[in-house]
C-alpha cells in the first residue's frame, strides 16, 4: 500500500480565495483524521471520521472551514474564504480502528498571503 | 485546550547522554501513542502502551504508562544524531478522537 496520500504538497493562494485539500486513507481503514499542524497550537485535531461519517467536528475552528468524506477512499477539506491566518501545515491520518495507531500522510503546507 | 500535556517542551541534548519527556493527561486514557516527527517530515507511529503500569522498550528507547493510566513518559539512552525529531505523546480523549500533546522537541549536539 501507498500510506495516506495528500495532495497537494504546497499551495499557495491569495486571501479570500477557496482551497481544497484532498486525502486518500490506507485502503480499509475505517477512521480518517484531518490535524492542522503550527508552531503555536501544535497538532490540533479538527474533525474525524468513522466509515464515512463525521463523527467529532468541534476542532473545526469556523464555519470557513469544512469537510467531506463521499466514500471510503476519499476525503476533503476546504477552506472558503482562506484567511492568512490559515496557514499551516495540513494532515490527513487514518487508522484500521478506532484505537489503533494512526499513519499520517505527508502534509499539505498551506500558506495564504 | 490541549488535554494531553507534555514537558518538556525543547531538549538540548549532548551526544551520547539521556534525557526523558513526560506526557501527562487530565482524564484517565484507554492507551497512549508514541510518535516521532522528523524536521520537515510527518509523525510517524512509535509504539502504543494499554495496560497501567505497562514499559515497553524498543532498542535505546523506553515507554512507560503509568499505573493510573494518565501520565507516560519516553526515555532515550546514549542519544545519538538520528534521534533528532519531535516526539509527541496522544491519548484518546471522549471515544476515538485522538489528541496530540505539544511535543519535544529533540536537538543533539555531537
Known amino acids: 500500500d501507498a500510506g495516506v496520500i495528500q495532495s497537494p504538497r504546497h499551495e499557495v493562494t491569495e486571501m479570500g480565495q477557496e482551497v481544497t485539500l484532498r486525502c486518500k486513507p490506507i485502503?480499509?481503514?475505517?477512521?480518517l483524521f484531518w490535524y492542522r499542524q503550527t508552531m503555536m497550537r501544535g497538532l490540533e485535531l479538527l474533525i474525524y471520521?468513522?466509515?464515512?461519517?463525521?463523527?467529532?467536528d468541534s476542532g473545526m475552528p469556523e464555519d470557513r472551514f469544512s469537510a467531506k468524506m463521499p466514500n471510503a477512499s476519499f476525503s476533503t477539506l476546504k477552506i472558503q474564504p482562506s484567511e492568512p491566518r490559515d496557514s499551516a501545515v495540513y494532515f490527513c491520518?487514518?487508522?484500521?480502528?478506532?484505537?489503533?495507531?494512526?499513519?499520517f500522510g505527508q502534509g499539505t503546507r498551506l500558506t495564504v498571503v | 485546550g490541549q488535554q494531553v500535556m507534555q514537558i518538556p517542551q525543547y531538549q538540548h541534548v549532548q551526544e551520547g547522554e539521556d534525557f526523558t519527556t513526560y506526557c501527562n493527561s487530565s482524564?484517565?486514557?484507554?492507551?497512549i501513542q508514541w510518535y516521532k516527527q522528523r524536521p520537515g517530515g510527518h509523525p510517524v507511529f512509535l509504539i502504543q502502551?494499554?495496560?497501567?503500569?505497562e514499559v515497553k522498550k524498543q532498542k535505546r528507547l523506553t515507554f512507560q504508562f503509568g499505573e493510573a493510566k494518565k501520565n507516560s513518559s519516553l526515555h532515550i539512552t546514549a542519544t545519538q544524531t538520528t534521534d533528532v525529531g519531535t516526539y509527541f505523546c496522544?491519548?484518546?480523549?471522549?471515544?476515538?478522537?485522538?489528541?496530540f500533546g505539544a511535543g519535544t522537541t529533540v536537538t543533539v549536539r555531537a
Open positions: 491520518a487514518s487508522s484500521f480502528q478506532g484505537y489503533s495507531e494512526a499513519f
Open positions: 485502503s480499509g481503514h475505517d477512521y
Open positions: 471520521f468513522n466509515n464515512n461519517v463525521p463523527i467529532d
Open positions: 482524564t484517565t486514557l484507554s492507551n
Open positions: 502502551l494499554v495496560k497501567s503500569g
Open positions: 496522544a491519548g484518546h480523549l471522549w471515544g476515538y478522537k485522538l489528541s
